[in-house]
């Protein structure tokens, strides 16, 4: 360090520079509206999962005897905001390459001094809200284009005062507002090593030649954009009882009597795709700050935010974010750009749908797995679909696990492996034979049918369905595996088997419901159909819908959004056209046949115990001297009618 340098406390701590990277993509990206609709039901589960965890590890509250102990320690002092509103103040923004230290003798490190500021102003600047804006260009030094840091340190001092510690000016004990901020930000570059399969062995040479001494690099990058917030607000904070993360940036003196003014560095607004690489060619970098005043609902916003940020650079955070921090950022970059651009009601009203539609998918979910739980029958259902859902789970989890995606993914899609693996012992008996094991490790697995589905013509419509749905599968298969082969790059025949069969199941996954609408129709019933289940997936589905009209785009997207629909408008008329069917079992088990049945039964045993213990023509539960007044009063019935018919007759 020179005589020139002066290390100045910091009083704030600079975001993680997490190695996040750029990859490109060969598939149409969804719109704007699309991310942030998803992106908002994956906040969702996440706030949920980060409030389990957290109410797991959530520390117990404190006895008695500690209570008494805070109790007796006395009341806390609370502190004064050192700067009172309507104090004039300065702005002084500093360059430097060291996080904590200062040149202030090297006059070209100061990039702005903004002075003649008063706190609590909202009114003043060029345009009348209080912001004020400065343009300028940083000379790239040799130390920043070869992978170096820079930092920008913002003072806020009482007019006319300095942060220069060897300045007479200099602030009265110290007493300023500080905020380093890291410049620029570090981004991991991949290399793209996908090739195409059928290329000649010379064409594979040059290109493995061409990327052996590629690796994937992480380079500084730097944005041209950067905003200030001074934080207007008096609350009387108690030293200790700050809640984090503002804690970090609200610094007491005078033994906890007084606080600083609050200096907070923004850059939430700065896009990951306006971030360019800085190297040799970049001799020169544009940059804008902008002061403003902020309030202390949007630094509590903002804070929290950054806290978010940091906690991705730990263990929780790098396993959340596993392999696809480029993933995060375009999820990031969606969300900023919907909030700022789309109407705010059309906003509130996508946040509801948002949280409507993962409602409907936890009551499928439920309903789904009830369902299963709880059949007795599996007349009318199609087991071979419970086997093809099985493999194309396990297809779409092998291409997440080959593929970079997050954290959330990989969990979600082995979940749903797990249920429909758990699926195949309710259609079919599973018997483990201990005695013949695979390779001398494994028991040898066999499945049976249950007698419900094979005794039943069910089995024989399934099999037929499937053998439909094969001929007209496998052509589109056969085809689509010569055009991706032909056309796209791959990094290997695993990947390029992979991709091939997701997007394969992507694209026509929703004929898979055909084989069920088949049997329906043979059966001429729909009985046997989770109707609670289905329900809530077709309010998905209509959301869906709904979101295709509103949100701008492609055709083709559109088209893909209604593919589901045509399927269940089939499963709505089907159970319009065999509403009533007395044959067929319920999801519980029972027929209308079986009820009627049992209806009669006990209709039968009770008029076999009322005759039983009665006498002819006289209830059982008569008196003696009842029944010989019922005897007596027969034999005078029949003539009496014969008179009347006589009469009728003459």
């Known amino acids: 360090m020179s005589n020139n340098d002066v290390a100045v406390p910091a009083t704030g701590e600079a975001p993680v520079a997490g190695a996040e990277g750029q990859q490109q993509q060969q598939q149409q990206q969804p719109t704007r509206m699309e991310s942030f609709f998803a992106m908002t039901k994956s906040l969702i589960l996440r706030a949920l999962i980060i409030y389990f965890v957290s109410s797991f590890f959530r520390r117990p509250q404190p006895n008695a005897s500690q209570d008494n102990a805070v109790a007796n320690a006395g009341p806390k002092i609370t502190a004064w905001n050192f700067f009172e509103n309507g104090t004039d103040f300065d702005l002084h923004v500093w360059l430097s390459e060291e996080p904590d230290v200062v040149n202030f003798q090297q006059k070209a490190n100061l990039l702005w001094l903004q002075e003649d500021l008063t706190y609590g102003d909202w009114i003043s600047g060029p345009t009348g809200n209080g912001i004020y804006t400065h343009n300028l260009k940083i000379k790239a030094s040799s130390h920043l284009m070869n992978n170096g840091s820079v930092y920008l340190h913002a003072f806020v001092t009482r007019a006319g005062e300095s942060p220069d510690p060897k300045s007479p000016k200099y602030s009265r004990n110290g007493h300023m507002g500080h905020q380093q901020h890291q410049l620029n930000k570090y981004k991991k570059l991949r290399v793209n090593r996908n090739y195409n399969l059928l290329a000649s062995e010379k064409e594979k040479l040059e290109h493995e030649l061409k990327h052996a001494n590629l690796k994937d690099q992480i380079v500084s990058h730097w944005h041209p954009n950067l905003t200030i917030n001074l934080v207007v607000d008096q609350t009387n904070w108690a030293q200790g009882s700050v809640p984090a993360p503002l804690d970090e940036y609200v610094k007491f003196v005078d033994g906890g009597k007084t606080y600083l003014p609050i200096v907070f560095v923004n850059d939430y607004w700065n896009l990951q795709r306006e971030y360019q690489p800085i190297n040799q060619t970049t001799p020169e970098l544009d940059l804008q700050l902008t002061f403003q005043p902020l309030g202390m609902f949007k630094w509590q916003l903002y804070a929290a935010k950054q806290m978010k940020s940091k906690w991705a650079g730990n263990m929780l955070g790098e396993i959340m974010a596993a392999g696809a921090p480029e993933e995060s950022d375009e999820d990031q970059d969606s969300l900023k750009e919907t909030l700022l651009d789309t109407n705010i009601y059309l906003l509130g009203i996508t946040v509801a749908v948002s949280i409507l539609h993962s409602v409907f998918e936890l009551l499928a979910f439920k309903n789904d797995i009830q369902f299963w739980n709880n059949r007795q029958s599996l007349e009318g259902l ?92 496998f052509p589109l298969l056969i085809g689509y595996f010569v055009y991706s082969l032909l056309y796209n790059e791959h990094k290997g025949w695993y990947s390029f088997v992979l991709n091939m069969l997701y997007s394969f199941l992507l694209t026509f996954g929703f004929i898979l419901m055909t084989p069920q609408l088949f049997i329906n129709y043979k059966l001429k019933s729909v009985a046997h159909l989770p109707w609670r289940m289905m329900t809530y997936k077709f309010l998905n589905t209509f959301i869906d819908d709904i979101f295709a009209f509103v949100i701008k785009m492609p055709t083709m997207y559109r088209i893909g959004c209604f593919r589901d629909d045509i399927i269940f408008f089939v499963f709505l008329y089907q159970r319009w056209q065999y509403r009533v069917d007395l044959k067929r079992v319920n999801e519980f088990g029972f027929s209308g046949e079986m009820e009627e049945q049992a209806a009669n039964k006990r209709q039968q045993l009770e008029g076999e115990k009322s005759a039983a213990g009665s006498i002819e023509g006289v209830p059982n539960n008569t008196t003696e001297a009842e029944t010989a007044t019922a005897t007596k009063a027969t034999p005078n019935a029949t003539p009496t009618k014969k008179t009347a018919a006589q009469k009728k007759k003459d």
């Open 382 to 473: 199609s087991v071979r679909s419970v086997f093809f859902g099985v493999f194309q789970s396990l297809i779409i989890l092998l291409y997440v696990l080959d593929n970079e995606t997050n954290f959330m993914i990989r969990v979600s899609c082995f979940v749903g492996l797990g249920i429909e693996v758990w699926k195949i012992h309710k259609v079919v008996d599973v018997n483990y034979n201990n005695q013949q094991k695979v390779l001398g490790i494994f028991p040898r697995i066999s499945f049976k049918d249950k007698g419900s589905y094979s005794e039943s013509s069910t089995k024989e419509y399934d099999k037929l369905a499937f053998k439909y749905l094969g001929w007209a599968c």
